[in-house]
Nanobody
Framework: VQLVESGGGSVQSGGSLKLSCVASGYDFSKCEMGWFRQAPGGERDMVSTISARGIIKYDNSAKGRFTISRNMPKNSEHTLYLQMANLRSDDTAMYYC??????????WGAGTQVTVS
């Protein structure tokens, strides 16, 4: 099982980035998936999640600026996206992709760094 994030980088305040997470090796069609972030010295916090049925949640800090989406082709890799706009310095963090599939099964990616200056 792999969750591999990409798309992070350094941008100026007000800029945009689109994060991607390719999930493979498991049937993610029944999993809730999401993006979390962790700033240096901080806790890992939820940014946005999307359920298998497409129910979406955003942290208040992300509402109106970030858009989560997922592509779930049958019998193929799943891809989770996070389109981020109007980025601010307090968005600087390591961003992680995660999948929660059952009460006992969850997966995390290694993260992609987003730096806003």
């Amino acid at each position: 099982v792999q969750l591999v994030e990409s798309g992070g980088g350094s941008v100026q305040s007000g800029g945009s980035l689109k994060l991607s997470c390719v999930a493979s090796g498991y049937d993610f069609s029944k999993c809730e998936m999401g993006w979390f972030r962790q700033a240096p010295g901080g806790e890992r916090d939820m940014v946005s999640t999307i359920s298998a049925r497409g129910i979406i949640k955003y942290d208040n800090s992300a509402k109106g600026r970030f858009t989560i989406s997922r592509n779930m082709p049958k019998n193929s890799e799943h891809t989770l996206y996070l389109q981020m706009a109007n980025l601010r310095s307090d968005d600087t963090a390591m961003y992680y992709c995660a999948a929660s599939c059952t009460q006992y099964v969850s997966f995390w990616g290694a993260g992609t760094q987003v730096t806003v200056s």
